[in-house]
C-alpha cells in the first residue's frame, strides 16, 4: 500500500480532484438462464445466455477514517467487544430482516445489504465513495473521536481489481462492489455511496489489509487543521429519501418478530444510527385482481410539506418504544402486499388508515401463521 501525507484538507483535495473524474468501460453478461435455476431443475442440454452490456464506470473509489485506525473493518465485525452473543445474534436477525425487505422490493441480492449498511445496520459490507470530497467530508467529520489529529483517505483502483469484483455470467469473485445510489435514496446519490465485501463469509473485510486490494490501494493520511471546511452535514440528511421511513419500520416489525422488548444498550445503540421517521403517504395502484401492483412513495421533506406535519421521530420516544411491553404491529406496507383493492384503482394510504395485505414474511402467531396470511393493519 502506498502511504503519503498531506499537510490539509485542501492539498489533498487538490490532489484528488486530478484524477476523480477518470473513467474505465466495464463489460458485464448476467448468468445464464439454467445457472439462475437451482441445481435440480437446471436443463441438462439446452441453455439461453445471460444479457450482457458495457457500462462507464468510475476509476478510483474512496474511503474517507476521522482517524488513523490499525485495520478498516465493516460495521458488524467493529462491534464484537460492544455487545453479548444474545445481543449480537439479535443484531443479526434485525440486519437479516432489514436486507429481506429490501430485496422484495428491489430483487437484488447484494444492494440489499448495501441500502441497511448505507442506514446504520451492521453489516459485513463497507461504505465507499465514487466522490473523493464525500470521503474528505468523512475523514474531517470527528465528532465521535478523539485523541488524535491525523485523518485518512484511501483510494482504490476499481479498474485495477475488476476482475477480483466481477465474474462475468455470474463466475465467483473474492469480493463483491457495487453503486447503491438509487432514486428513492437521494443520500446515496449526494455521497455517490459504493459498498464493498468480501465473499469468503468466514472473514470479514479489512481494507487496508486484504491480499486482494493492498497493491492497488492509496492510503493518504492528512493533517486536521483545516478539517471543518470539508464537514457537509447535508450528506448525512436523509429526510429527501423514499426510503427514510423504512428503518423505523423495520425496528417496530423486528420487535413484532421476536415478541419481546429490545435490550436497552441494544435499542438505544440502534436508534442512534438509523434515520428516524414514521410512516409517510404511500399510494397504492391496484391490478386488475385488487393486489397492489405498486407504489408510489414520497419523502418526508414532501410529506411534511404537503400536510404540514412532522414525520421526525424523537430518538428517546422510539428507544422507549422497542424497550416497553407493548408487542407492535409489523409493516405491512414494507413486509406484505395490499389487497383487497379496488380492481385497476389507486389509493393514498395515511398513518392511522386500515388497509388489507397479504403477509410476505412468516410472522409469529396468529393470523400471521404463515406468510401468506391475510389480514387488516393499519398504517
Known amino acids: 500500500m502506498l502511504n503519503q501525507f498531506y499537510s490539509s484538507f485542501r492539498a489533498l483535495a487538490d490532489e484528488l480532484a486530478r484524477t476523480a473524474q477518470q473513467t474505465f468501460q466495464h463489460r458485464w453478461q448476467d448468468p445464464s438462464f439454467a445457472a439462475q435455476l437451482p441445481a435440480a431443475f437446471r436443463p441438462e442440454y439446452w441453455d ?54 429490501w430485496r422484495l422490493r428491489h430483487g437484488d441480492p447484494f444492494r440489499s445489504i448495501g441500502w441497511p449498511q ?62 447503491i445510489a438509487h432514486d428513492f435514496c437521494n443520500r446515496a446519490i449526494r455521497q455517490s455511496a459504493w459498498v464493498m465485501r468480501s465473499n469468503d463469509f468466514e472473514m470479514s473485510l479489512d481494507f487496508q489489509h486484504c491480499d486482494h486490494l493492498t497493491d492497488h490501494v492509496e492510503r493518504f493520511a492528512v493533517d486536521g487543521r483545516d478539517a471543518a471546511e470539508f464537514v457537509r452535514p447535508d450528506l448525512l440528511d436523509a429526510s429527501s429519501d423514499f426510503f427514510a ?17 429490545l435490550p436497552k444498550r441494544l435499542a438505544e445503540w440502534i436508534v442512534s444510527r438509523v434515520p428516524l421517521f414514521e410512516q409517510t403517504p404511500v399510494r397504492i395502484f391496484y391490478d386488475e385482481r385488487g393486489r397492489g401492483s405498486r407504489w408510489q412513495l414520497i419523502s418526508p421533506t414532501e410529506a411534511s410539506a404537503a400536510d404540514g406535519c412532522s414525520y421526525v421521530a424523537a430518538i428517546d420516544a422510539v428507544v422507549e418504544e422497542l424497550t416497553g411491553p407493548d408487542i407492535p404491529t409489523p409493516s ?48
Not at 58 to 66: H, I, M, N, S, V
Not at 357 to 362: A, F, G, L, V
Request: hydrophobic share 35%.
Open 245 to 261: 421511513c423504512w428503518p423505523l419500520a423495520v425496528l417496530r416489525s423486528f420487535k413484532a418478530s421476536i415478541e419481546r422488548p
Open 48 to 101: 439461453y445466455p445471460g444479457r450482457s452490456g458495457e457500462d462507464t464506470a468510475p476509476k478510483y473509489l474512496y474511503r474517507g477514517e476521522a482517524g488513523d485506525y490499525p485495520s478498516s473493518l465493516p460495521s458488524r465485525a467493529r462491534i464484537h467487544a460492544t455487545f453479548d452473543q444474545i445481543e449480537l445474534a439479535l443484531l443479526d436477525e434485525l440486519t437479516k430482516m432489514a436486507s429481506w425487505c
Open 118 to 179: 448505507h442506514y446504520g445496520f451492521p453489516t459485513l459490507v463497507l461504505d465507499l465513495t465514487s466522490d473523493p470530497l464525500v470521503a474528505l467530508h468523512f475523514a474531517a467529520d470527528a465528532r465521535n473521536v478523539s485523541g488524535t489529529a491525523s485523518r485518512v483517505v484511501y483510494r482504490v483502483d476499481l479498474e485495477a481489481i475488476e476482475s477480483k469484483v466481477y465474474g462475468p455470467a455470474g463466475l465467483p469473485t473474492p469480493i463483491s462492489a457495487a453503486c
Open 332 to 379: 405491512g406496507l414494507l413486509f406484505g402486499v395490499p389487497t383487497g383493492g379496488e380492481p385497476n384503482s389507486d389509493r393514498w394510504f395515511r398513518r392511522g388508515d386500515e388497509c388489507e395485505i397479504q403477509w410476505r414474511y412468516p410472522f409469529p402467531g396468529p393470523p400471521r401463521y404463515n406468510a401468506r396470511a391475510f389480514e387488516r393493519v393499519i398504517i
